[in-house]
């Protein structure tokens, strides 16, 4: 897998970009955790869903946010984050021009900045925010939700409480012209541990349902 490097608000940013062979390939963009608190692309709940994007078909670009690894810059506390991310999905478009669909996917602090990207980007046909931290982060711009998604998270999640997220799942449910999915795993924690590979088959039958139908 290419790494890449692009530039970004506050100069380069470091990434890895899976293409497909099909230029006409989908989009996908995955963010990862809070950088101040170790998060980074090579995040295993991350590097998961960008493995799983792939094979659904997707061509996918995963990065670090300002100031991890290679990026430049200094953690923003969601503001900076937010405008690399847009960067990242204006060089991701760059790449795959004809893309037939744009997905975002983020875990964590990564799941509240995608879910404010697809408030900034209309292109958005679709969104996978995991374990979002519905506690401590305020996703009140999320007036109307534009886009049709899945949120999910561990029943033993102890840095976002379940319930916090079932509060934002049944909130977003209230909005007409999308549907959104809120899935749990049982007994999973924060990182999904134990049950990685179960949250990632349940993103994966997610979004193969989602591209088997033609609305949003």
Same mark, same amino acid.
């Given at each position: 897998?290419? !790494?890449?490097?692009?530039?970004?608000?506050?100069?380069?940013?470091?990434?890895?970009?899976?293409?497909?062979?099909?230029?006409?390939?989908?989009?996908?963009?995955?963010?990862?955790?809070?950088?101040?608190?170790?998060?980074?692309?090579?995040?295993k709940?991350?590097?998961?869903?960008?493995?799983?994007?792939?094979?659904?078909?997707?061509?996918?670009?995963?990065?670090?946010?300002?100031?991890?690894?290679?990026?430049?810059? !200094?953690?923003?506390?969601?503001?900076?984050?937010?405008?690399d991310?847009?960067?990242?999905?204006?060089?991701l478009?760059?790449?795959?021009?004809?893309?037939?669909?744009?997905?975002?996917?983020?875990?964590?602090?990564?799941?509240?900045?995608?879910?404010?990207?697809?408030?900034r980007?209309?292109?958005?046909?679709?969104?996978?925010?995991?374990?979002?931290?519905?506690?401590?982060?305020?996703?009140?711009?999320?007036?109307?939700?534009?886009?049709?998604?899945?949120?999910?998270?561990?029943?033993?999640?102890?840095?976002?409480?379940?319930?916090?997220?079932?509060?934002?799942? !049944?909130?977003?449910?209230?909005?007409?012209?999308?549907?959104?999915?809120?899935?749990?795993?049982?007994?999973?924690?924060?990182?999904? !541990?134990?049950?990685?590979?179960?949250?990632?088959?349940?993103?994966?039958?997610?979004?193969?349902?989602?591209?088997?139908?033609?609305?949003?």
């Open positions: 897998m290419p !790494e890449v490097i692009f530039p970004g608000p506050e100069g380069r940013l470091e990434g890895r970009f899976h293409p497909q062979k099909n230029d006409d390939a989908p989009i996908a963009i995955i963010l990862h955790p809070q950088s101040n608190l170790g998060g980074t692309m090579n995040n709940v991350v590097y998961n869903m960008h493995y799983a994007f792939f094979k659904m078909g997707f061509t996918c670009l995963r990065f670090n946010f300002r100031g991890v690894g290679r990026s430049q810059g !200094e953690f923003d506390h969601g503001v900076g984050e937010l405008s991310a847009a960067a990242a999905l204006d060089y478009q760059n790449q795959i021009p004809n893309a037939k669909s744009c997905w975002v996917a983020g875990f964590s602090f990564g799941a509240w900045i995608a879910m404010q990207l697809l408030m980007r209309p292109e958005v046909t679709g969104f996978i925010a995991a374990a979002p931290p519905a506690n401590n982060h305020d996703f009140g711009f999320l007036a109307p939700c534009p886009s049709s998604g899945l949120l999910i998270n561990g029943t033993a999640d102890k840095i976002v409480p379940p319930e916090e997220v079932e509060i934002l799942a !049944e909130k977003l449910k209230l909005q007409k012209g999308i549907t959104i999915t809120h899935e749990t795993i049982d007994g999973a924690n924060h990182f999904f !541990e134990p049950k990685v590979d179960l949250m990632i088959n349940k993103v994966d039958a997610y979004v193969r349902q989602r591209m088997t139908e033609k609305s949003r």
